[in-house]
């Protein structure tokens, strides 16, 4: 299975401001993914993180505000830009690996207090 | 619709059999996944079955799909302490997205 790295693995952050999390695998994958879990909710995912071109969004979710870098098959990262306290989270790497696709690994996630 | 669903709470015996169960609207999904998360930990892929299996058994975990009503369940044998935990199921559909049911919190009283 992949193991996957997040940093930071928590921050406290002011209002109206970025910070950026970044997500590593130990091995190449095909798919990369990030996903946000507010407290005591199940997981949304926020957009695909796409190998050289610009990250998929979901529906609610923008580039301004959640800008995504993928520059090769093992790293990705993530901004929460302008943060207010609704961003407080935990946000989640996840990647589908190239020698199994079906399954689906976690990082550890990013846990986020906006103050 | 991507909506997936589970009851909120679940408090069993250990040593008794634990049922997680789970429904679900997309019939696109290709992969059903049962993920496990402990209080303040990432999340643990237990288990998948592929959407043309009707039953998948892993050790203490058996897993079964019934695609016609878009139910899946998750059998947990013997269910200990550490067992305790909230149970995500998801599916993945088109584009490989994978969508989160509401969780489950299992509490196993000793």
């Known amino acids: 299975s992949a193991v996957i790295s997040q940093k930071p693995s928590r921050d406290i952050c002011q209002r109206g401001t970025s910070l950026t999390i970044q997500c590593q695998v130990d091995s190449q994958v095909t798919m990369m993914f990030w996903y946000r879990q507010q407290p005591g909710q199940s997981l949304t995912l926020i957009a695909t993180a796409n190998q050289g071109s610009e990250a998929t969004y979901e529906s609610g979710f923008v580039i301004d505000k959640f800008p995504i870098s993928r520059p090769n098959l093992t790293f990705s990262t993530l901004t929460v830009s302008n943060m207010s306290p609704e961003d407080s989270s935990i946000y989640l790497c996840?990647?589908?690996?190239?020698?199994?696709?079906?399954?689906?690994?976690f990082g550890p996630g990013t846990r986020l207090t906006v103050l | 619709g991507e909506d997936v669903e589970q009851s909120l709470f679940l408090s069993v015996r250990e040593g008794d059999s634990s049922v997680i169960n789970c429904t679900y609207t997309d019939s696109s999904s290709t992969y059903l996944y049962w993920y496990k998360q402990e209080p303040g930990a990432g999340l643990q892929l237990l288990t998948y079955?592929?959407?043309?299996?009707d039953m998948k058994q892993d050790q203490r975990l058996t897993v079964l799909l019934n695609k016609k009503d878009k139910h899946l369940s998750l059998r947990i044998a013997d269910t200990q302490t550490g067992d305790s935990a909230i149970y995500f199921c998801a599916h993945r559909g088109g584009y490989q997205k994978v969508t989160f049911g509401t969780g489950t919190k299992l509490q196993v009283i000793p």
């Open positions: 079955i592929f959407s043309n299996m």
């Open positions: 996840s990647v589908v690996g190239l020698a199994d696709n079906n399954e689906q690994f």
